[in-house]
Every structure is written in structure tokens, then in C-alpha cells.
């Protein structure tokens, strides 16, 4: 056998391993051949060719086992189980690029489905390779490891503390510097992982000098950037009253209110999301928010889009109205009422709903001027019918309720409480009684329209206990008119009258 004839047989060898691997890897990514390929142990199959003499066959394997992994959890185990982590990494730095990109999918796609998985990779000691991936002159290996990092770091304080340790966040500082936008999007939202745990985690990304580099690209046209950018400042943002005047002070205003009206909902919400975490800390903060004409904006936002979009600006309006009176009244001279009433009408999602109905308790719970821009809305009404609705949550139910209570305890403007009056059930009806309560006995012609729209008929029909707050509410209500007006509209006088009629003996 000649020299030629031997070598063609491990030329063949070659081909073979090359053109296994290169099956297995395009049938894992067709989801109808995983559980042929689960059944025939593939993951054994393909752990050899890791340590292949080819770099490409290497590399190869190591995809067709990531795309394995990410498919499902017990794909991603029997990856773990097969001792495939620490032979993945254990050559890392010497490799190619292409092979550090397939072993940081690799090490993503078992992270991404559990805490458990993710730090089993974590012990194999596979941070520090990933560490030193993002330190790479290729980008395609540090966007690679970089969301390895992120998918690691998103499940718990723990783990999100163990990339900290590894050193990964003056790096991860780094690549939001790159020019390559898929870099800096992948960074971003890996920062974006850490920060969103604890105030301590966040304190370390801010030391880092993040703040600065992501409020800069805010005005990047790119939508999925600005997506990640914004989550990662509101995530910062949201811990502290430090860390969110840390956020405002680089100068994310007004830029920030044009993502508000961007085309991409996604960086809507997440536009309104940073706002809300900035204004909900304290009043001087809401103030800020408020003088940058953040309100406007949100309120213009929460008109223009439909869905869970809406939340996070039906908050920020919430939390601006609750910090003070004054913060209040900027929300309905800015016409904040009527976009969150068509909220509780037009949504179906109960928590939005839900939202809109505390927003909307927050502004009228101040004054009686509050209260009573919020009943001319005709937001009552609705919120009445919402709280009586049994397809209504019990969340939602206790939100109408809590918004009706802190609007009512202020609102004397009876118009809008007497329609109520004939509507709502025993455990409303203290807080409307309570108000005429108030209002009557220093008003006149509030007392005759009283009589005359059968609100008093309406009272001394109310079935209340005796001794109870609704009794004396009643009672008050009743004092203010004489007692035979008062006994004329009580139930079953018209009765007692044409029985005194029945037994009148005429004067002949």
C-alpha cells in the first residue's frame, strides 16, 4: 500500500468527522430532529470531536452542541452531566476566534434555563474564560461572551455578584465603547443583568463609569440599542434616591422624551420605564421630571399607544401626582385625567387597568379641587362599574376600591356622587354618604336638589346598622330637613297613608 493510499484513508477519517459534525449541527437547529437525535445520545457522540486535531470540526461540535442546549433544559443537563463544560473551556485561550465564539454559545444556551445550570458552568470556573474572552480583538467573541455573561448573570443577586468578582464590568464598560453596534447592544443589556438585582450591584456598574457611556448613546438611531440602553439606566435608576440622581444629572433630559415618541414600542416603554424610576423616588425628583416637561410627554406617550406599552407612563403619572398637591395639579392641567380614564375603558388587561385606577386615586386624594376635576371626568362611574364587575381581579377590585375611597374622602361635588348613590354596594356607600354628609347641611340648594333627584327617597332606603359610621351619616343627612319630608320619602309611607285614609271617620 502506497504512501498516497494510507493517507487517503485518514483523509476520509476526516471528511467523516467533518461532514457528522456538520449534520448534527443543521439538524439541531430543525426542532423535529431533537428527539431523534436525543434518542440516538448525540451529546456523547459529539464530546470527542472537542478535542478534535481540526479546529474547524472543534468548532463545529461545539455549535451543534450549543444549538442542543439552547433547544431545551434536559438537552442543556445532559451537556453538564456529559463533562463537556470544563473540556469546552479548559483550551479556550488558545483557540481561534471561531471556536470561542461557538463555546460561549455553548456555555449561554445551558445558562439561559436555570439558576441551577447556570452555576454549574460558574464552577466549572467558565467566568474567568469568558473574562478573558471579552478582552479579545474580536468583536464577535466578546459580543459572544458578553451574553454568555448576561444570561449568567440575569438569574439571581448571587450569580449576578459572581461576574462582578470575575471582573467582567469594566470590560463589559468597555465594549459599550466599541464602534460595533452589536457589541454595544449585548454589553448594554448585560450591564443592564447586573445592575437590576440590588442598589450594591448597581453602585458597581455605576463605579465603573457606565452612566456616562450609555446616557450617551441614548440619542443612537439604532432602536434595539436604545432598548438596552434604557433598560440598563433604569435599572441603575430604580434602587436609590442616589442612584437615580446620578442617572438624571448625565443629562438624559429632554433626549430622553424623544424615545417617547419613537416608532419601536419597545423603546417607548422602556423610554417611560426610566422616567417613572426617576420620578418615583421624592418630590424634588418628580419636580425635575416635571420641568424637563417629562409629564407632557408621558401623557402625549400613554394617548399615542395601546397594551403594556401604557404602563409604565400610567405610573410615572401616578407617582407624580402622589408626591404632593402641587405635583398633582401639574398632571390635570397637563390633561393627564382623560388618557387614564380611556385606559380603564379601553384596556382589557386587568393589570393595566389596575394601574390606571391607583394613577388616577393619586391625583384626586389632595384637595376637593383634586377630587373634583376627577369626578367631572366622569371617572367615578367607571371606576364603580369596574369594582362591580365580577370578571374583575381581586387585584383590580382592590385598586378601584382604594382609588374610589381616596377620591370620594375629598369630592363634595355632589353631581358626580349622586348617580352613585343608586349604584354602589354597602361597602362604598359610607364614603358617598359621608360627603352629602359634609355638604348638606351648609348648602340650601344642594338640600332641595337633594330632594328633588330622589337622593333623599334614595337614603332612607339604605338598610345601614345601627350605631354604625353609615347610620350616623344618615342621620346627620336627615337633620337637615324637617321630619315629616323626612318620613314622607321613607319606604312603606304611602302605605301608612292610605291606611290613615282607610280609617278616617269624615266629620259629617
Same mark, same amino acid.
Given at each position: 500500500?502506497?504512501?498516497?493510499?494510507?493517507?487517503?484513508?485518514?483523509?476520509?477519517?476526516?471528511?467523516?468527522?467533518?461532514?457528522?459534525?456538520?449534520?448534527?449541527?443543521?439538524?439541531?437547529?430543525?426542532?423535529?430532529?431533537?428527539?431523534?437525535?436525543?434518542?440516538?445520545?448525540?451529546?456523547?457522540?459529539?464530546?470527542?470531536?472537542?478535542?478534535?486535531?481540526?479546529?474547524?470540526?472543534?468548532?463545529?461540535? @461545539?455549535?451543534?452542541? %450549543?444549538?442542543?442546549?439552547?433547544?431545551?433544559?434536559?438537552?442543556?443537563? @445532559?451537556?453538564?452531566? @456529559?463533562?463537556?463544560?470544563?473540556?469546552?473551556?479548559?483550551?479556550?485561550?488558545?483557540?481561534?476566534?471561531?471556536?470561542?465564539?461557538? !463555546?460561549?454559545?455553548?456555555?449561554?444556551?445551558?445558562?439561559?434555563?436555570?439558576?441551577?445550570?447556570?452555576?454549574?458552568?460558574?464552577?466549572?470556573? !467558565?467566568?474567568?474564560?469568558?473574562?478573558?474572552?471579552?478582552?479579545?480583538?474580536?468583536?464577535?467573541?466578546?459580543?459572544?461572551?458578553?451574553?454568555?455573561?448576561?444570561?449568567?448573570?440575569?438569574?439571581?443577586?448571587?450569580?449576578?455578584?459572581?461576574?462582578?468578582?470575575?471582573?467582567?464590568?469594566?470590560?463589559?464598560?468597555?465594549?459599550?465603547?466599541?464602534?460595533?453596534?452589536?457589541?454595544?447592544?449585548?454589553?448594554?443589556?448585560?450591564?443592564?443583568?447586573?445592575?437590576?438585582?440590588?442598589?450594591?450591584?448597581?453602585?458597581?456598574?455605576?463605579?465603573?463609569?457606565?452612566?456616562?457611556?450609555? @446616557?450617551?448613546?441614548?440619542?443612537?438611531?439604532?432602536?434595539?440599542?436604545?432598548?438596552?440602553?434604557?433598560?440598563?439606566?433604569?435599572?441603575?435608576?430604580?434602587?436609590?434616591?442616589?442612584?437615580?440622581? #446620578?442617572?438624571?444629572?448625565?443629562?438624559?433630559?429632554?433626549?430622553?422624551?424623544?424615545?417617547?415618541?419613537?416608532?419601536?414600542?419597545?423603546?417607548?416603554?422602556? %423610554?417611560?420605564?426610566?422616567?417613572?424610576?426617576?420620578?418615583?423616588?421624592?418630590?424634588?425628583?418628580?419636580?425635575?421630571?416635571?420641568?424637563?416637561?417629562?409629564?407632557?410627554?408621558?401623557?402625549?406617550?400613554?394617548?399615542?399607544?395601546?397594551?403594556?406599552?401604557?404602563?409604565?407612563?400610567?405610573?410615572?403619572?401616578?407617582?407624580?401626582?402622589?408626591?404632593?398637591?402641587?405635583?398633582?395639579?401639574?398632571?390635570?392641567?397637563?390633561?393627564?385625567?382623560?388618557?387614564?380614564?380611556?385606559?380603564?375603558?379601553?384596556?382589557?388587561?386587568?393589570?393595566?387597568?389596575?394601574?390606571?385606577?391607583?394613577?388616577?386615586?393619586?391625583?384626586?386624594?389632595?384637595?376637593?379641587?383634586?377630587?373634583?376635576?376627577?369626578?367631572?371626568?366622569?371617572?367615578?362611574?367607571?371606576?364603580?362599574?369596574?369594582?362591580?364587575?365580577?370578571?374583575?381581579?381581586?387585584?383590580?377590585?382592590?385598586?378601584?376600591?382604594?382609588?374610589?375611597?381616596?377620591?370620594?374622602?375629598?369630592?363634595?361635588?355632589?353631581?358626580?356622587?349622586?348617580?352613585?348613590?343608586?349604584?354602589?354596594?354597602?361597602?362604598?356607600?359610607?364614603?358617598?354618604?359621608?360627603?352629602?354628609?359634609?355638604?348638606?347641611?351648609?348648602?340650601?340648594?344642594?338640600?332641595?336638589?337633594?330632594?328633588?333627584?330622589?337622593?333623599?327617597?334614595?337614603?332612607?332606603?339604605?338598610?345601614?346598622?345601627?350605631?354604625?359610621? #353609615?347610620?350616623?351619616?344618615?342621620?346627620?343627612?336627615?337633620?337637615?330637613?324637617?321630619?315629616?319630608?323626612?318620613?314622607?320619602?321613607?319606604?312603606?309611607?304611602?302605605?301608612?297613608?292610605?291606611?290613615?285614609?282607610?280609617?278616617?271617620?269624615?266629620?259629617?
Amino acid at each position: 500500500m502506497s504512501q498516497r493510499q494510507v493517507l487517503q484513508v485518514f483523509e476520509q477519517y476526516q471528511r467523516a468527522r467533518s461532514q457528522f459534525a456538520q449534520a448534527v449541527a443543521d439538524l439541531a437547529a430543525r426542532p423535529q430532529s431533537i428527539d431523534t437525535l436525543r434518542s440516538a445520545d448525540v451529546v456523547c457522540l459529539l464530546r470527542p470531536l472537542l478535542l478534535d486535531v481540526v479546529p474547524s470540526i472543534r468548532q463545529i461540535a @461545539a455549535l451543534a452542541l %450549543g444549538r442542543l442546549a439552547d433547544y431545551d433544559v434536559e438537552l442543556a443537563e @445532559a451537556v453538564v452531566k @456529559a463533562g463537556i463544560v470544563p473540556q469546552l473551556i479548559g483550551s479556550l485561550p488558545e483557540e481561534n476566534r471561531y471556536y470561542k465564539k461557538a !463555546a460561549a454559545f455553548v456555555l449561554r444556551a445551558i445558562a439561559k434555563h436555570s439558576p441551577q445550570l447556570a452555576n454549574a458552568i460558574v464552577q466549572y470556573g !467558565a467566568l474567568y474564560m469568558l473574562v478573558i474572552c471579552l478582552e479579545d480583538f474580536d468583536p464577535g467573541v466578546k459580543e459572544g461572551a458578553s451574553w454568555a455573561l448576561g444570561y449568567i448573570a440575569r438569574h439571581n443577586p448571587e450569580l449576578s455578584q459572581a461576574v462582578v468578582d470575575a471582573g467582567a464590568v469594566p470590560l463589559l464598560v468597555l465594549c459599550i465603547q466599541e464602534p460595533e453596534i452589536a457589541l454595544k447592544r449585548i454589553a448594554a443589556s448585560t450591564l443592564s443583568d447586573i445592575s437590576k438585582h440590588s442598589p450594591e450591584l448597581a453602585q458597581t456598574v455605576v463605579d465603573a463609569g457606565a452612566i456616562a457611556y450609555l @446616557a450617551q448613546m441614548i440619542p443612537n438611531p439604532d432602536a434595539k440599542l436604545k432598548r438596552q440602553v434604557l433598560s440598563a439606566l433604569s435599572q441603575i435608576a430604580k434602587h436609590s434616591v442616589i442612584l437615580a440622581q #446620578l442617572v438624571a444629572e448625565a443629562e438624559i433630559f429632554p433626549v430622553v422624551l424623544t424615545c417617547l415618541k419613537n416608532s419601536d414600542d419597545y423603546v417607548k416603554k422602556n %423610554g417611560a420605564t426610566l422616567i417613572r424610576e426617576i420620578a418615583k423616588h421624592t418630590p424634588e425628583l418628580s419636580q425635575y421630571v416635571v420641568n424637563s416637561g417629562g409629564v407632557a410627554a408621558v401623557i402625549d406617550c400613554i394617548g399615542s399607544c395601546r397594551g403594556t406599552v401604557r404602563l409604565p407612563g400610567i405610573m410615572t403619572l401616578g407617582y407624580v401626582a402622589a408626591h404632593s398637591e402641587n405635583l398633582s395639579m401639574v398632571v390635570i392641567v397637563s390633561k393627564g385625567i382623560p388618557p387614564l380614564c380611556l385606559c380603564l375603558v379601553e384596556e382589557h388587561e386587568d393589570h393595566i387597568k389596575a394601574a390606571a385606577a391607583w394613577a388616577l386615586g393619586q391625583i384626586g386624594r389632595h384637595t376637593t379641587e383634586h377630587a373634583r376635576h376627577v369626578a367631572v371626568a366622569n371617572v367615578l362611574p367607571t371606576l364603580l362599574d369596574i369594582f362591580m364587575d365580577p370578571r374583575s381581579s381581586e387585584d383590580l377590585k382592590t385598586k378601584t376600591k382604594n382609588a374610589l375611597e381616596n377620591i370620594l374622602q375629598k369630592c363634595t361635588y355632589l353631581p358626580a356622587l349622586e348617580p352613585l348613590l343608586h349604584e354602589a354596594p354597602l361597602s362604598i356607600m359610607p364614603h358617598i354618604i359621608g360627603q352629602f354628609s359634609k355638604v348638606l347641611p351648609r348648602d340650601s340648594k344642594a338640600r332641595r336638589l337633594f330632594v328633588t333627584t330622589g337622593g333623599l327617597k334614595k337614603v332612607q332606603e339604605i338598610k345601614a346598622e345601627s350605631g354604625s359610621l #353609615l347610620q350616623e351619616y344618615i342621620n346627620t343627612i336627615n337633620n337637615c330637613y324637617p321630619e315629616e319630608i323626612v318620613r314622607y320619602y321613607s319606604p312603606g309611607y304611602s302605605e301608612t297613608l292610605l291606611e290613615r285614609v282607610e280609617n278616617y271617620q269624615p266629620v259629617l
